[in-house]
């Protein structure tokens, strides 16, 4: 599945969900920029509209002091995807480093 769920069986669809939450989750988790672009490269289906469909619905159970940072670096993460979509990972990568952006920072 490419980033369709319209099609194939409910199976395959939850199957392909969870695949992209353990993504992005993965994508989230990187410790640099450098690793993140390898699950990018290891997931391109991460800059699906469809995949901003599934991340956009993850909720975060976390306690409220946490929960608004969570969603904040959630927002950022998607932020990126989606930019990697519109003009290509590498350009989107390049301005995360021109930006100074501290997006890997803990």
């Keep these: 599945m490419s980033g369709d769920l319209s099609t194939g069986t409910s199976q ?4 392909w969900v969870a695949d ?19 699950v990018l490269v ?22 409220d002091q946490y929960r608004e940072a969570a969603l904040a670096k959630i927002d950022r993460y ?10 290509g990972a590498d350009a989107a990568f390049g301005e995360l480093r021109r930006s100074n952006c501290p997006a890997w920072s803990r």
């Design 12 to 15: 395959e669809g939850d199957r």
């Design 78 to 87: 998607r932020a990126l995807l989606r930019r990697c979509r519109e003009i």
């Design 42 to 63: 290891a997931y391109p289906q991460l800059t699906s509209e469809v995949a901003e469909q599934v991340v956009e619905a993850i909720d975060v159970a976390a306690p």
């Design 20 to 38: 992209i939450v353990k993504a992005f989750l993965e994508f989230v988790g990187a410790e640099s920029p450098a690793a993140a672009r390898q």
